[in-house]
């Protein structure tokens, strides 16, 4: 591998160019976000922008009460949104944990979804706190039962303590098990990162990894995707992007519950790194609650008047 | 054989002007006759031009950086040493006072004690004006706001004849690091140019403080107009005339104050100007 | 697909604008003589007529204001005064949106600076001042420092009702009335204010506003009523206000032009700076005293921050002020568009390469795209002079006090600014910029307790914070001296 040319793949070149990154200012990064909350997406903006939503959820259950049924329930859900509206798009995969990725491409599978691709948590999710191996076994397992998408957690303990290398090296171990079957997503835990001088140092040590995608967190620990962390990692992908001609995409996970939060992340998108990114194949929104509150408001859009819960499906 | 011992012939100060740490003579040539009371003649100090002035002003220009950025420690320390050496010739002061002015010599001598207080009490200031003037303030948002005062730059001095506010103007211009060049009226010449020769022997960088004996009517309307000149003491000037050093002064907006009390750091602030200066805060 | 923001428009069927106005005098409106038509920049709309004030009205204005003060607002106690002042907040929170609407109406900048800034501020200015009328023996001027009297405030059209605020605020708190004539462009949210304080039962006279052009400040500035001058404006008439009362004891606060130096070094969060140079650029369309107007970027890094200027840039919404997505908004008036399409052509004519992003300004109304020039040095005079507007003069340095050199070869020392991630250069170059203001990684930031004004031909004295009741005071008997 040649890391795009711009490092030689060992942790003296990696940490050179690490250090080498702009600071972020805490102040500027958040007023900007800020900023662009205030933007006022109404009518026809809305209606695009909720269905492009849709389209980009990674409809997610990680809970240790997780059985087959509550998984095809939400494959059910992930295919045909809105039963009563063929025209609602699917969303953009379904992300559970590695044991349930076979069940949930099965269904799929079944029920017409085959457009839909499962994602699995890897890497001992949440926490990544185990051996190598045991990790790369994770991921295995997932991709043989089918996962086409992999979401990985990086080691925040070794980026703490500064042992990029071995982040590094994980992520790269973990991108040859993917091979051409999985994308690969990687997942800072921004929560734990802190720092937004961590977030943008370890988007570039993923990129630079072989990261298909950078994900902000697991939704286990909070603060998730702020919009201020998704602005840093909006402007590194953009800027990797000039320096390597690749695009990396971007998935915001946790915290998103609401169709606003999501327009947000659309504006921010849209403002930072550009348009292009504005598809399931380079942003994705991870969520479960957050696709019912999109399919009320594309009804009040369509119908005029506010909707109920009772009208749209639970999982 | 013996001789009649002869009455010793004085040797007499040719009085020149100050700049920039050396004493040279007006460019102009001139020179005006200063008379004691009685009408005796005392000397003939120079009479400084508009040329004179402009040199004042260049040399203050260019002390100016290294004097405003010396420690307020060190600007006060150097204040206390002129008091140290007003102290040394006090009587010359005193004589000199009561020779050339219309006052008695028992008040020239509390007008010497009172300018070398004056001296220890401005030189206290130095590094307390950040205290009484500055602040921090409070503001609304994820910020680290506080204001400083800083001098002016060069603040040209119209000193009244009286010593006591020659040394008022002076001090409280210094002080806080600007540099001055300082307008003395005839009659407080012969004083005035003494002075300059304690600042010689103190330890006063050169440039800090000019001064140039003269006429007031003659150089006022050139540092009003001064474009190089950030601030301007009118205090010594008629109530009268000030107006039109005010308007003339207008063109750069120099900063032109006259006072009627003199110890006071109201006179210090104001030939300071505010700097107020954001921080971001965070991680 | 792109993602196209659909119009936004805030309503304006919260302003109710009459046809006519008069002047506010001894808390009342009274008709004026003639008149003359105040419009919408963004459409060229006639929005009401104003009336044009003569020395009759400023003598009238002037004697409603003595007598208040003589009769009844000296007499008042800080605490009651105070009280005034807090009222007269809250009835600006409570009508913020009106003013929001009026404000962009009339003056063309973009509805979510006068929601977001413009309006919050204004109440935050009074109320902050209200608490300083009970309080001004702790203000660092002496033992019971006393107002001068009649103030006589003249405010310009970029901020019409926040200078209003920075104005009067302050003189209310420490005890003076005031005679306020807002710019002749941007005066309806000067005469809403009026209707405020008459909610607000503010005693008649207290404020009076008289408005109309530049005669009718020429007639505040000479008239002998006046015992304070507070102008913020050009740096051209400070200087004629500097000589009108140079012979009389009038005081005089003047906040005057800038051309503000935005230094970024080569250890600068760069996105956070390309934020701050727009920030500093374009808000309010440049019409800012304090605007970051020269960009002085470290040569090693000035193709980067101008690569990502120019794609920041091109992110800028242009159009209807009134748009809740609008970041850049009309140019306050035709004169004005005409001085800065002059300074902008001589910009190119020395020979500084322009650069805007593609825009589409309507026809109607006066419009300026966010502009830049690159390759300009300090003997350009789109480096020298103040454009007000948005256009952005790019010059590079090579070492540290290069910058700053180049950041106080002016006559003007308003603002700065300095990017940089290390604190100790932060520190240093703060200490060396002749400014008023100065912003580290950060710009264009106000508060009511943050004191504002320029040093050298920027201005005289500060408004806001401790600092600026000393313009509205004389000082009482020092402690401390003898």
Known sequence: MNFYGLIDGSEKSLVYFLNQLSGVDQVGAESRAAMLATRSIKTTSKKWAIETA????????????????????????????????????????????????????????????????VAAVSTAFPSGRASMEVKIQDTQDAIDAGAAEIDMVIDRGAFLAGKYGLVF????????????????????????????DNVRKASYLAMLAGADFIKTSTGKVAPAATPPVVLVMLEAVRDFYTLTQRRIGVKPAGGIRTTKDAIKQLVLVNETAGPDWLTPQLFRIGASALLNDLLMQRMKMSDGYYASPNYVTID | MATKKQARVDVKKTYKLFINGTFPRSESGRVFEVTAKNGDFIANPALASRKDLRDGVTAARAAQSGWSKATAFNRGQILYRIAEMLEGRAEQFESEIALTSQITALKAKSQVLDAIDRWVWYAGWSDKLQAVSGATNPVAGPFFNFSISEPQGVVAIAASANFIDFIDAIAAAVVSGNTTVVLVPGSLAVPAMSFAEVLATSDLPAGVINILTGSLDELAPWAASHMDIDGFDITGIDKKKRGALKEAGAENLKRIHAFNTGQSPTRILAFMESKTVWHSVGV | MTFEYAPAPESRAIVSIKPKYGHFINGSFVAGKKHFPTINPATEEVLSHIALGGASDVDKAVAAAQKAYTKTWSKLS????GKYLYRIARILQERAREFAVLETLDNGKPIRETRDIDIPLVAAHFFYHAGWADKLDYAGLGHSPQPYGVAGQIIPWNFPLLMLAWKIAPALATGNTVVLKPAETTSLTALLFAEVCQQAELPDGVVNIVTGDGSTGAAIVNHPGIHKIAFTGSTDVGKKIARAIASTDKKATLELGGKGANIVFDDAPVDEAVEGIVNGIFFNQGHVCCAGSRLILQESIADEVIEKLKVRMSKIRVGDPLDKNTDLGAINSKEQLVKIKELSAIGDAEGAQRWSPQCNLSDKGFWFAPTIFTGVTQAHRIAQEEIFGP????????????????????PFGLSAGIWSEKGSRIFWASQHLKAGVIWANTFNKFDPASPFGGYKESGWGREGGKHGLAAYLKTGKETGAK
């Not at chain 1, 171990?173 to 994308?183: D, L, P, S, T, Y």
């Open chain 1, 54 to 117: 849709i389209s980009m959820v990674d409809l997610t259950t990680l809970e240790g009460a997780d059985t087959p049924g509550k998984v095809r329930a939400l494959c059910s859900k992930a295919v045909r949104p809105d039963p009563t509206d063929p025209t609602v798009p699917s969303v953009g995969a379904i992300c559970v944990y590695n044991d349930m990725v076979e069940i949930a491409r099965t269904h799929l599978d079944a029920i017409g979804g085959k457009h839909v691709p």
């Open chain 1, 169 to 196: 090296d994980e992520i790269v171990k973990i991108r040859e098990v993917c091979g051409e079957k999985a994308h690969l997503k990687v997942i800072f835990e921004t929560g734990e990162l802190v720092t937004y």
């Open chain 3, 78 to 81: 800080g605490k009651e005064r």
């Open chain 3, 391 to 410: 256009v952005l003069s790019i010059l590079t340095f090579r070492t540290p006090q290069e910058a700053i050199d180049k950041a106080n070869n002016t």
